[in-house]
């Protein structure tokens, strides 16, 4: 168990429709990192918060959009889904805000999305 | 813009034979430089990170890897694999700043263990 806590593990939806996917960071970390990784794209960084602000953003389609909440837990919200947003999407958590932090990331085991 | 390549989508190797999986980055100052493993069904693990000093990294699980800054090469080592060890492995290198503080990753290898 990596501390890292991402549910639901699997989901599956229709086209169309909007989903939430919810993360909580190991304790004590405070950045939180959203990547979503296909057969096709690889893995591809989506977008960052950082004490609850929105630190950077990657390649996130407008669609999608995320916060983080007082307590630190972050939701990925994904709308008007299309077959080619199935997927793995991964929530990361660090201590800092910056990537060359001490412990780097911490990965959960991720969500995958099937939209059918 | 920064980019890793991993020329080898697929490696076989032996049980207790050394392994070396290569890694090459695009980027223009000085890398952040990572390797995960993921194992099926599972997240995401750091084995190793280089940042600065010495360029011969020691990670968990007995990998290790070396900085070459002339080559721009990240390449992963073992000495002696053991089956645990097949997965998926995952060459990272990570922005010092500019807006995006996220890992561009390379698409992977994927390592098979032979008994």
């Known amino acids: 168990d990596s501390g890292v806590t991402q549910t639901p593990k699997h989901l599956i939806t229709a086209t169309g429709q909007r989903v939430t996917l919810r993360c909580s960071p190991r304790?004590?970390?405070?950045?939180v990192y959203w990547y979503q990784q296909s057969l096709d794209q690889g893995l591809q960084f989506l977008i960052q918060?950082?004490?609850?602000?929105?630190?950077a953003k990657g390649n996130i389609l407008e669609r999608f959009s995320a916060q983080q909440f007082p307590d630190l837990h972050s939701e990925l919200n994904l709308s008007s889904l299309e077959l080619g947003d199935s997927a793995l999407y991964f929530c990361?958590?660090?201590?800092?805000?910056?990537?060359?932090?001490?412990?780097?990331?911490?990965f959960g085991s991720g969500t995958r999305l099937t939209v059918v | 813009a920064q980019s890793v390549t991993q020329p080898d989508i697929h490696i076989t190797v032996s049980e207790g034979a050394s392994l070396e999986l290569r890694c090459n980055y695009s980027y223009g100052a000085t890398p952040y430089l990572f390797w995960y493993v993921q194992s099926p069904g599972q997240g995401l693990q750091l084995l190793l990170k280089y940042f600065s000093g010495d360029t011969l990294v020691q990670g968990i699980k007995g990998f290790e890897a070396e900085f070459k800054r002339s080559q721009s090469s990240f390449n992963l080592r073992k000495p002696s694999v053991h089956w645990s060890d097949a997965a998926e492995y995952f060459c990272?290198?990570?922005?010092?700043?500019?807006?995006?503080?996220?890992?561009?990753f390379g698409k992977g290898t994927h390592l098979i263990i032979q008994p």
């Open positions: 304790s004590g970390d405070l950045s």
């Open positions: 918060y950082y004490n609850g602000e929105e630190r």
């Open positions: 990272a290198v990570g922005h010092s700043g500019g807006g995006a503080d996220g890992l561009t």
């Open positions: 990361a958590s660090s201590v800092e805000g910056r990537i060359y932090g001490v412990g780097g990331y911490t």
